[in-house]
């Protein structure tokens, strides 16, 4: 079993490092809006879907109105984003349950989420984690940054949650995401990467 004081010790040398950055999951309006910049953000840089949600919250920005829109409206303005028909689809389809099985607000359990068209447990883990509960989204940085210093041993999603659930405190779950997240966009070198992970791992 890994140390828990270790695992700390490391997730706290992480943050030493890394830029402060805006993520796709902060400083939206509503949870709705959260929720839907995180749905669009899967295999997209940060920093489109950012952009790509100013506009789309400015014409929808309510799953009443996101709900009524067209599925060429929705793609017209979110194409910058990877897999953006699939996505347009879902988060219309997405709205019209939010509005007409939760009274047009996003279920605050993981069971319930992800009865959402385009939600899967990764997004309604780092969604919960934005509005104040413990959770831990597993991505491609937390799955290849979790392996690499021997946290976890899967590559399997649900496994690496469970995972590190049992070597995290609760309090520090809604960290782990955002920490592991920036340092892997901070340092895109997979050589520099590496080479840092090395010298954290090394961190009693």
């Not at 796709?24 to 910049?37: C, E, N």
């Not at 789309?56 to 599925?71: H, N, Q």
């Not at 779950?173 to 090394?202: A, C, M, Y």
Request: aromatic share 8%; glycine share 6%; with cysteine.
């Amino acid at each position: 079993m890994f140390s828990r004081n270790k695992a700390i010790n490391q997730l706290g040398e992480m943050k030493k490092g890394i830029v402060k950055m805006r993520l796709a999951a902060q400083d939206w309006g509503s949870p709705f809006q959260t929720l839907i910049s995180i749905a669009l953000s899967a295999r997209t840089r940060d920093e489109t879907t950012i952009l790509v949600c100013e506009k789309l919250f400015k014409r929808f920005p309510t799953p009443e109105s996101l709900s009524k829109a067209t599925i060429s409206e929705v793609e017209e303005i979110i194409k910058p984003v990877n897999f953006f028909q699939n996505k347009s689809k879902n988060i219309i389809l997405c709205s019209k349950k939010i509005v007409k099985e939760f009274g047009g607000k996003i279920p605050k359990t993981i069971e319930k989420m992800i009865e959402l068209p385009g939600v899967g447990r990764k997004t309604a883990n780092v969604f919960l984690s934005e509005c104040g509960s413990d959770a831990i989204g597993v991505d491609t940085h937390v799955t290849y940054i979790s392996n690499y210093l021997g946290w976890v041993n899967s590559e399997k999603a649900e496994i690496i949650e469970r995972t590190l659930k049992e070597l995290f405190p609760k309090e520090k779950w809604s960290e782990v995401n955002p920490t592991l997240v920036r340092f892997g966009k901070t340092h895109t070198s997979k050589t520099e990467k590496n080479k840092l992970l090395d010298q954290i791992k090394s961190i009693k």
